[in-house]
């Protein structure tokens, strides 16, 4: 009876160090796949206490892991209104409230450790165990100041197209027209492609054609000197 339960202690102690084992690779495979992507994620618990940064958002943020880890989550990832600059309620909370993925507020600006603020896009979701309790939040966003920017100078560049009074210009208005006019439509075209090709994640496309865009942009600054 003793060789019995000696064998079952062994068998229970390779059983759980099996399981440790697996668990240990699931975590370093999930560490490794959010330090390559892309996107910026940060992980709460559910006290809004951060518990991790991959490289993405370390690099907007400003803070690194160490400095992060524990802190609440304003401090880190501190969201305002682009407009206003006025701060914006905590996307824990939110997130924890309605138990589900959530798209965080439009026109969001984050400001980063050393006061530099950026334009992001964001979404928020609960962190859930086995069981389906929530154990903490990930958000997820992205840099897109540069994008915001090509869509408001298309905007400004538009508006000032047509501000062009055609009864005392009107052979510069009709040269402008020409050449700014093509311009303006050839951005307009890229900046749907660049969304087009971003929602279906192909990045390297989306990232031709957001260059292609800037660069009509730049040229149609020009043409309106």
């Not at 084992?21 to 994620?41: F, N, Y």
């Not at 559910?46 to 943020?61: D, H």
């Not at 309790?133 to 869509?151: K, P, Q, S």
């Not at 951005?187 to 990045?203: C, I, K, N, W």
Request: charged share 30%; hydrophobic share 40%; glycine share 8%.
């Amino acid at each position: 009876q003793a060789g019995v339960l000696i064998t079952c202690a062994i068998r229970d102690v390779s059983e759980r160090r099996k399981a440790e084992a697996a668990l240990q690779e699931r975590e370093e495979w999930l560490s490794t796949t959010l330090s390559s992507i892309g996107d910026a994620v940060i992980a709460t618990d559910t006290a809004g206490r951060v518990t991790y940064l991959n490289p993405a958002a370390q690099s907007i943020t400003g803070w690194s892991q160490g400095e992060a880890s524990g802190r609440p989550l304003g401090e880190v990832f501190n969201v305002v209104r682009e407009d206003t600059g006025r701060p914006l309620d905590d996307p824990v909370t939110k997130v924890m409230r309605e138990g589900a993925v959530v798209g965080l507020t439009d026109h969001t600006a984050l400001v980063a450790k050393d006061g530099s603020r950026l334009s992001i896009e964001d979404s928020g979701a609960p962190i859930r165990d086995a069981q389906g309790n929530i154990t903490g939040v990930v958000l997820v966003f992205h840099d897109v100041t540069e994008r915001r920017w090509a869509a408001e100078e298309l905007r400004r560049l538009t508006a000032r197209l047509l501000e062009v009074q055609e009864d005392e210009r009107r052979q510069v208005a009709y040269d402008i027209h020409d050449g700014l006019g093509q311009l303006l439509t050839a951005a307009s075209m890229h900046l749907e492609a660049f969304t087009g090709y971003r929602d279906s994640a192909d990045s390297n496309a989306a990232d031709a054609e957001f260059v292609k865009a800037k660069r009509c942009l730049q040229e149609a600054v020009v043409e309106m000197r």
